[in-house]
Nanobody, 119 residues
Framework: QVQLEESGGGLVQAGGSLRLSCAVS????????MGWYRQAPGRQRDLVAG???????NYADSVKGRFTISRDSAKNTVYLQMNSLKPEDTAVYYC?????????????WGQGTQVTVSS
């Protein structure tokens, strides 16, 4: 089992910055991808940024050049630095960890953290 706890959301004006943190606990053996997703009201949950199984990163086109995903293995934490925020970035942001554990595909989610960008 993996537990994910997000923090760092809040209210910010357009053009501002926020850094989200995802604290990871539990057994991460078999976890081969981690990332951030977001879900706005009435919309599906979409990938924002992630680490692939090969260790590379990928970003949604809408956030390229503005958001950066990083991780601190010593702290078991994944970060999402969000700069030049826009009102359309408003959403609940979720941390995700996925892989194979005990021969089963697993997909873990945090509880989410609200990001609101005012115009």
């Amino acid at each position: 089992q993996v537990q994910l706890e997000e923090s760092g959301g809040g209210l910010v004006q357009a053009g501002g910055s926020l850094r989200l943190s995802c604290a990871v606990s539990g057994s991460i053996v078999g976890i081969n991808s981690m990332g951030w997703y977001r879900q706005a009201p009435g919309r599906q949950r979409d990938l924002v940024a992630g680490f692939t199984s090969g260790g590379s990163t990928n970003y949604a086109d809408s956030v390229k050049g503005r958001f950066t995903i990083s991780r601190d293995s010593a702290k078991n934490t994944v970060y999402l630095q969000m700069n030049s925020l826009k009102p359309e970035d408003t959403a609940v942001y979720y941390c995700n960890a996925a892989g194979v554990q005990n021969w089963k595909r697993v997909n873990y989610w945090g509880q989410g953290t609200q990001v609101t960008v005012s115009s």
